[in-house]
């Protein structure tokens, strides 16, 4: 049997070089811990910690109403500000420090610190973004010139003095603010939406089939970046437009291209609803959080399960066989080949003709071993960092739920990890205390994804030759 050690390094070894389009939304995430210096520049909200917060952020009024009901409901959240307030929060307000943010530029910096070769596009690319790239010369960035593609240095592409900047507020269990005291250790994102964020993206929309002719995979997040004040004709043709995007990026690859779409938290149902019925059906795989796998639920006004689990609640080992159901319907609703679920104390994915299970339980476990090093360094910035995830055992609790999954499909857990062709599971590393969890999700999605596809493509049999 190969140990833990061995393996990380063959996994490792096959994504040298591997060649991933990331896109859309890239920003700059200003952290600011929850103390009494919060407490004194926001405004007390009516009723701390029960209402929900208003959609867009206006005030910081709403937005003290949104950090405690986040703190109260014990799970992470997001929601969009105004131009203005988002204005007022940088004019007024000092981080604790920054740090990349968006889905797309924390998987770019995964992709590139693991060895692999991103080719990346965001619509805003500032000098004070591209300080946030940790390994900038890795990355490319796809410019179009008289109809063709060419994949410039990151370094060449910068096209804005403006940066998108979001607020990440994050708590730890037992904090305080507006005598709401957090129950979890999490966060809550108060995001800007500049109007670049539109999913146009100029000349590369006709062009991208040729981003899909060099690459082995696509990470795409981002659709959830839209507002009404920015689309003036609505979600339905933003997303229509990207839907042929992503389908023009798929014929140009003669080797059916695998996409990746990563979900985000919105709480503007319409918005949901477009993504919904013209993004998902689009990809090969989805990556959701637990409290985004329920709005999927929700969305898709499915009933088959009585009760969707929450983290409001203690973790008990049959939410498994109840997150099973709901992402095997959504599924089959959306008629994708993958949906992926990152929980606390394990990783699920469910299948139907999608990578070989073997493949897709490898990057299961590389993903365990990521999110592990993510919670306990803050960042990866070197394939080396990983050897820290291997310091934490996968949870006992991830093990039993997977046991009690694989009773439930008549299978066998081989200690906590199950593969069969509809069914991928293993259990989560946790680490206890976490030195952050912005990212956390997207670390999972990307570095799964990655090593799926290598493992997929034989590169760990080349990387052995």
Request: with cysteine; proline share 5%; glycine share 6%.
């Amino acid at each position: 049997m190969v140990d833990d050690h061995a393996q990380l390094e063959s996994d490792i070894r096959a994504l040298d070089g591997l060649p991933v389009f990331v896109a859309y939304n890239a920003n700059v995430d200003a952290i600011v811990r929850v103390d009494e210096d919060v407490e004194a520049f926001l405004e007390r909200p009516p009723e701390p910690g029960e209402r929900h917060p208003s959609s867009p952020l206006a005030s910081k009024r709403d937005l003290a109403t949104a950090i405690t009901h986040t703190m109260a409901a014990g799970r992470g959240d997001e929601v969009a500000m105004t131009d203005e307030f988002a204005a007022i929060l940088e004019a007024e307000f000092e981080p604790d420090n920054q740090q990349m943010g968006g889905q797309t530029g924390i998987m770019t910096n995964l992709v590139s610190s693991l060895g692999a070769s991103p080719v990346t596009y965001t619509y805003l690319l500032s000098d004070r973004q591209l300080t946030m790239f940790d390994h900038p010369d890795a990355v490319a960035y796809p410019m179009v010139e008289d109809g063709e593609v060419d994949s410039v240095p990151i370094q060449e592409a910068v096209n804005t003095d403006r940066t998108k900047i979001n607020w990440v507020f994050e708590f730890r269990t037992g904090d305080e603010l507006f005598d709401v005291t957090a129950i979890e250790d999490t966060r809550f994102i108060a995001a800007s939406r500049p109007p670049e964020f539109d999913l146009v993206a100029g000349d590369l929309d006709t062009h991208v089939d040729q981003v899909g002719d060099v690459v082995d995979g696509a990470l795409l997040a981002g659709y959830h970046n839209l507002t009404p004040d920015h689309v003036e004709e609505g979600y339905e043709q933003a997303h229509r437009h990207a839907r042929e995007v992503i389908r023009r990026l798929r014929s140009g690859s003669e080797d059916d291209l695998k996409v990746h779409i990563e979900y985000a938290v919105t709480h503007d149902a319409d918005l949901r609803e477009s993504i919904y019925k013209w993004i998902l059906p689009e990809a090969n795989v989805i990556g959701a959080d637990t409290h985004e796998l329920n709005l999927l639920y929700d969305d898709a006004d499915l009933e088959v399960v009585d009760k969707e689990p929450t983290e409001d609640t203690p973790f008990e080992s049959d939410e498994i066989l109840t997150h099973y159901r709901m992402l095997d319907a959504i599924r089959a609703e959306l008629g994708v080949d993958c949906l992926r679920l990152h929980a606390m104390e394990y990783h699920l994915s469910v299948m139907d003709s999608y990578l070989p299970s073997e493949a897709v339980e490898r990057g299961l476990e590389f993903a365990a071993v990521n999110a592990a090093t993510k919670a306990a360094l803050g960042d990866i910035t070197s394939p080396g960092d990983l050897e820290t995830g291997l310091e934490y055992e996968p949870s006992a609790k991830g093990r039993v739920a997977i046991e009690l999954l694989a009773d439930h499909l008549d299978e066998t857990a081989d200690d906590g990890v199950l593969y069969t062709p509809t069914v991928a599971a293993c259990p989560n590393r946790v680490v206890e205390d976490p030195v952050g969890t912005v990212g956390i999700g997207d670390i999972v999605s990307s570095s799964s994804f990655l090593l799926e596809l290598a493992v997929a493509k034989g590169r760990e049999n080349e990387s052995e030759s």
